[in-house]
């Protein structure tokens, strides 16, 4: 090995000339430095004792294309030193209960303290869950894995897993798939297993975001509502998709936007056989709330004009 290597007799000055000054601009300390302190490395210990609702951040766990889209907004928390706690349940579904999660990271050294808030969609395995429309629901969809197919024809514990599974990653791309489109939906920020993290859409004052069903906003406030929900349907339409399952039990409405949730069923409106019949429904269920709320839809006039969007 070359001596070259070991080489002292230069002052570490001769190749940092600025090391003095540097120096005293990070430590606010105008003595002379010692060269050696350049490569004294600081360690500030972390508390690894969590609670029983708390887990380490499980960012990093998942498999690089199971984390959200770029561009990722600034919110979303990435440092593997994050803890995510969970501090209730948000709602009880027919398929998955959602959860509210706080993932944060104190502060280490340099690094300021973040936290955001998440919504934790966690799906039943099928003999826990009482949804009973699944099979028109996947029509035409495919899985990849003979082995999961099998499984999941014999209902065995895996295949039961499996279709979990299924149901957490539809979403999950569909979410990703819309958001990038640029359609009013929560951000993906990962999906692990049965398990989808995404944004919680809140109130503006801590709370969750209420349901369409129940708000009574004003005539202009409602027509903007429908304004938001037909062009967030026709992205939808222009990608060949059909929510599936639109209510306005599935819309938020967040101050004066509105959000789309409850994602695991998007259809294929030309690969499903009963694609047109279920972008109907949600044309018909949308429309009806709208009418009642003073605001006249025709549903037969937005299902022609989604129908222009897909063909």
């Known amino acids: 090995m070359s001596s070259d290597v070991f ?73 593997q030193a994050a803890i995510d706690t969970e501090l209730g349940v948000l709602k009880t579904g027919k398929e998955a209960d959602v959860f509210l999660v706080e993932r944060a990271v104190e502060a280490i050294g340099g690094n300021p303290a973040r936290s955001s808030l998440l919504a934790a969609k966690r799906y039943r395995s099928e003999e826990h869950r009482s949804f009973h429309r699944s ?47 640029g359609v009013p ?52 339409a222009r990608a060949g998709l059909a929510h599936g399952d639109l209510s306005p039990y599935n819309v938020l409405a967040q101050g004066d936007r509105i959000v789309m949730i409850d994602l695991p069923q ?7 056989p009963k694609g047109m019949e279920f972008l109907l429904r949600d044309c018909h269920n949308m429309a009806t709330w709208f009418t009642n709320r003073g605001l006249e839809i025709d549903e037969q006039e937005l299902f022609a004009d989604l129908l222009s969007m897909v063909f």
Not at 147 to 176: F, P
Not at 209 to 232: I, N
Not at 267 to 272: A, L, M, P, S, Y
């Open 135 to 181: 099979t028109a629901y996947v029509e035409g969809r495919r899985t990849r894995n003979s082995r999961d197919s099998r499984a999941m024809a014999k209902k065995t514990g895996h295949g039961r897993s499996v279709a979990a599974g299924q149901w957490a990653y539809a979403e999950w791309d569909a979410l990703c798939r819309l958001w990038k489109a």
């Open 185 to 236: 939906v929560p951000y993906p920020v990962q999906v692990d297993g049965t398990e989808l993290l995404m944004e919680f859409i809140d109130d503006g004052e801590g709370g969750a975001a209420p349901r369409l069903a129940q708000v009574r906003p004003s005539k202009e406030l409602l027509g903007q509502y429908f304004e938001q929900l037909r062009d967030a349907m026709r992205e939808l």
């Open 266 to 272: 998007v259809i294929d409106i030309v690969g499903n």
């Open 7 to 79: 080489r002292t007799e230069h002052d570490l000055s001769d190749n940092f000339p600025d090391f003095d000054s540097r120096w005293a601009d990070l430590t606010r300390d105008e003595s002379e430095p010692d060269p050696a302190d350049a490569f004294v490395f600081h360690f500030q210990e972390v508390e690894e004792t969590l609670g029983s609702d708390q887990r380490w951040s499980t960012w990093l766990d998942v498999e690089r294309g199971s984390r959200g889209p770029d561009p990722r907004p600034d919110w979303v928390v990435t440092e």
